[in-house]
């Protein structure tokens, strides 16, 4: 199976085809901020100054990337309000849920793993 980049609508670089389900997961979260911020994104609205105090460490040009990247992937909506001061809120699609739920069983092993490493002295 041959593979090649494709850029989709919103400039996003996405291997294709994908060998199977998991490859095809793994290219929308891949990178160190995603999986977080989709987390944080949890059942509620967020602001972008919102989404930066609950990922601590990004920075404001790495989180509007991967919002951008996020959004053209369907996982995370964009809501803009005609207000001044501008206000935009970033949720979930059903998508984005559908995989924040996945993702929990992914945090579950992620603790446990720690708790290995903290025992083992390795934290």
Known sequence: MRTYLEVSGGGVM????????LD???DVI??????LIIWAL???????GELRRLVPGVSE???????RE???DGIVHRESYDVVPPKVEYSLTE???????????LG????????VLEEAGQD
């Open 14 to 21: 996405r291997k294709q085809p994908y060998v199977c389900g």
């Open 24 to 26: 095809a997961a793994v």
């Open 30 to 35: 891949d990178g160190k901020w995603k999986v």
């Open 42 to 48: 949890n059942h509620r609205r967020c602001r972008f």
């Open 61 to 67: 040009k790495v989180l509007a990337q991967q919002l």
């Open 70 to 72: 996020l959004e053209a």
């Open 95 to 105: 998508l984005g849920d559908e995989l924040n739920t996945a993702l929990g069983p």
């Open 108 to 115: 579950a092993w992620g603790k446990r793993r720690m708790a």
